[in-house]
């Protein structure tokens, strides 16, 4: 009884300071906070603003992917729509004479911009599993490009090859092999869920469902077999007593999932 | 890290040069304004309790003290547009460091140079079994009941980059780049390949009585990984055409080490160990050339080759060390491989073309072209004993064709007021030619061939639109159908392996997304967003003969995804703002299963939450604060429980619930100076491995940021 009183009383004083504290900032505080990614006292001016220094990236983004949900709006009627639905309102980076980076939101320095359409993404990167966005240690702009084309336009290594962007930093798993998984073939996100997930190493699905969601096959074969699990055509194929003890990749079996310059089995 | 810091040093000081030179030499022209400068040193400290690693894993931050620099800014404009610019930070018992600068004059040039460097850390867990709880681990690391087995000390790795790049942009003259690029990885992870437990579980314990193998022991890979990269690009407009060129080469080389367990006897501690070494080096050349011209307002073009030539060799060496005490040497899974001799050997030519026209004002259509021819061969030689001291030499040749062309063509349509429309089609097709040949020269039964055609064709669809009837509302939506189609045709096969069989693979995949976003007023604003994503993937296998299984239909798996996600934005006051986004995902992969009780339905539903909110206490006071939460709840216990005496298999799926709460103060206690508060809670249960993931952690920081 005696705790659930002071608990009250401790409520109730912590309840009082900030009441205090909100009547006492309304009354004197002048200032205006914003959440990001807006940019405090700035207003929308519209991409045409932008097309006289940004002529390039005004021109090319009629390819870019951003465009089809780019509302078209010469009379700049609408707010935030354009490059000012990622970059924040223009109007102080115009005054201050279009000064690189002055007033005017990065992308590429903070995410933010991003999560305003891309909720789940947001989502995912909150979870165990995650590239490290959330830490500012990468950003949207390192495997996406925000003006991408969609036309192909043909430049550098990310010609448009499949899991380029990911080999960029993960070489040992992007790599030939002798041996290779077709799955490869696929992309990684046929297995890793890219952004985030609750499962380690980034996996779309932690058991033996990754795997036997391509590797299946019927089995009705003769007594003995029912509810038996081949992978391959011998009774020496039998799985079922194999995943009761792990999962095909993590139990010490396939390990060399990615490829294996020994193995056919992808073991090793 | 010497060598680090003098190349960084070098950089800051060319640079310094060229800035002051530059900059004495405006000067005469105009008087330039002081640098802005910053500098935030700060202090940390974490406290954890429960499981440390698993806590520095999930939020890339270590336990006990941190320092350092959180940020360093300096900015100096020099002449009409010239700016030097350095970025830092630097936290030096977490071993973090991200130092960038530049030097650009747009008219003239730009040298850039950086060096980062972060950690990445890993937990030091392996599965989880319940029935094999002890009271300490391997090496005598002392656990509580119920546990997992654990490594001794838990995996971390720095991973990083050391760049420098400069051009000339001089105007009406083509445009030179030159850069260099060393990225490593180094340091130990943690691994998901698990070896086996076997312990003997009484009677009563709901569990399978006897002896059971569960492969639940943590295993981890020591990496040393390099690659220096050196790049050369041109680039230069000729009218409206624009032609560029980058050479670019890469040496790769990556020295791995891996320790695995092959079996550890809990009755009496006996375990053979696993040691793997594997070193691969490559290097590789590509040079892309790509032109394009905006022939007018309303026709461009673009076309683009790349070429890359890579040639790679590794080295593997595995051995099984038995347990001194028990086990022996010559056990049907013992390995001695070693293998010297692996090279590899890729060449690839990409080729594009792409057009977009725009007939009519509110009208653009695109199509484009690709082709693709990529050939990889692979060879080895070296021994594949497994027992006594019989040698099994073997060579293995192998090689994989691919080719690839990829059709696109797009429309989008704004004529409609205030609306979007848009559509785009893909068309691949690629066929894959595969051919295998081990020849075993001591054990010639281990000799095997094979060759496997494969005719692949994916269609994609891609429809939807974007309006704003009203200029509070923003509506979109889309529909995308992808459908892969795999045929496979075995030639020859001389093994009974796997996947001689399959005939044919389909994933067919229907994607659905709409987005609402309602601006109430400038101080309220709210987003909704659904998306549907459902994929089938059907499998087709033929008859081999001598055992199952026979011609068939299957449906391999079944994929759906519904996520459900707002968001509002909420300013009610000048100093007040609320931020709030809640997202519910709800994914089931059903995978074919044949009856095999120890597979369950995947599901993985997830809720989260995060919520921020700032707020000015007053002229030279702010408070923010973050909330995040997570949880997913889908644990099942398989090896007990509802079906209790029946070894289904490992307790599958996860449930976590996952918090964080941090809250900021900030005070400018002068025009130029200000100090910070910040407090942190973190708080992580996990049922799926028995508690022993779990912590709370405290965190305190004070920071202070000072402008010159």
Redesign the interface.
Known sequence: MKKTNLKMTIAALGGMAALS?FV???A????????PPMIPGAKYVGTETCAPCHEKEV?DF??AAH???????PKN???G?GCESCHGPGSLHVEAGGE?GKFIINPNKNPEAC???H??K??EF???YHH?VR?G?MSCVNCHNPHGS????????H???LNENCSQ?H??QA??????H?AM??GCTACHNVHGS????ML???????????????????TG???????????S?AH?TR?????C????CH?AIHGS??N??LR? | MKTVTSVILSVAVACGAWTGRAMAAEAEVKKEPGPEVSITPVTTFVNVEGNTSKFR??Q?MKQGWTGGIESFKLNQQFGKDG?FNVEGRGIYNQREYDIRMEV?KPDFGFVRAGFSQ?P?YFDNIG?YYAPFSRATGPGGVPSSANTSFMLLDAPEMEIGKIFFEAGLTLPNLPKFTIGYEH?FKDGTKD??????VTGTIPAGSGFPTGDV????FP?FKD?D?K?DIFKFAVEHDIGPINL?D?F?YER?S?R?FRT???GYFIADGTQKIVN?K?E?S?DLF?N?F?M?H?VTDKV?W?????F?E?N?D?D?N?VTIPSPVGLGAGAVDD?F?T?PN?N?K?DSQ?G?F?V?VGPFADL?A?I?F?G?GTT?D???F?N?RTTGTALDNRK?I?S?TRKST?E?A?L?Y?KIP???L?A?GKWIQ?T?G?D?N?LAFDIPANS?AWGID?D?TKHDYTA?F???PW?RV?V?GQYRRYR?DNSFNTRFNTS???????RN?E?DTDEISA?LTY?FSSRLSA?L?Y?LASTE?N?T?GN?P?????S?F?R??D?YAN?Y???T?W?P???????G?I?F?DTK??????????????Q?N?Y?V?G?A??????KT?LAADY?F?Q?DNFIDNGSGARPGT????P???S?E?HGLTARLTRRITENVAVALRYGFYK?NEANTGGVNNYTAHLASVSCTIRF
């Open positions: 504290v006492f900032s309304c004197t505080v002048e200032r205006t906070v914003v959440s021109r009629k390819l465009a089809r949900v780019t509302i078209p709006d009627k609408r707010e729509q690189r999560y305003q359409c909720l789940d947001q989502a909150n979870l165990q490290p830490e240690k969609d036309l192909k336009l043909a430049k550098g290594k010609i448009g090859r930093c070489r040992e790599r030939p092999h002798v041996f290779e077709p073939r696929e609750i499962n380690r190493k779309a699905q932690r058991d033996n469902n990754l795997c036997l969601k391509c590797h299946a096959q019927a089995s009705t074969a003769p077999f029912g509810g038996a699990l081949h992978i391959g055509n011998t009774a194929f079922a995943v009761r003890q792990g999962t990749f993590s139990a010490g390990t310059n020994v056919p089995h090793y | 894993e999930d890339w700016q650009v972060y990445k599965g990225q691994l998901l390949e698990w070896g086996s193998t569960k492969k639940i295993a990496i990984e690659v560029g980058e670019y790769y990556n791995a695995d367990d092959s793997v594997e691969f490559h590509s892309a790509h394009d905006h461009y673009s076309a683009g080759h790349l890359t890579m790679g590794s593997f595995i390995r491989w293998i692996i590899l890729q990409v594009n792409n977009m653009t695109y484009g690709q693709e990889t692979g060879a080895s070296g594949y293995t192998s994989l990829e696109t797009g989008r704004v205030y609306t979007t848009f785009e690629q894959y595969q295998v081990q095997q494969t692949v939807g974007a309006t704003s200029s923003n979109t892969t009974t392996d796997y996947s001689s069989f399959i693979q994933f987005k601006r987003t967003k998306q993937i499998t296998t081999v001598g055992a199952p299984p026979p068939s299957v391999s798996a994929y996520i996600s707002a968001s934005t300013a006051l000048d100093r007040f703002y609320t931020t986004m997202c995902q992969t059903t995978a074919f299963d044949n009856g095999v009780n120890s597979i369950i339905e995947y993985g997830v989260s995060i921020t700032g707020y000015a206490i007053d002229n702010d995040t997570s997913t070894d289904y298999g490992l599958l799926l996860v976590n996952l992580y």
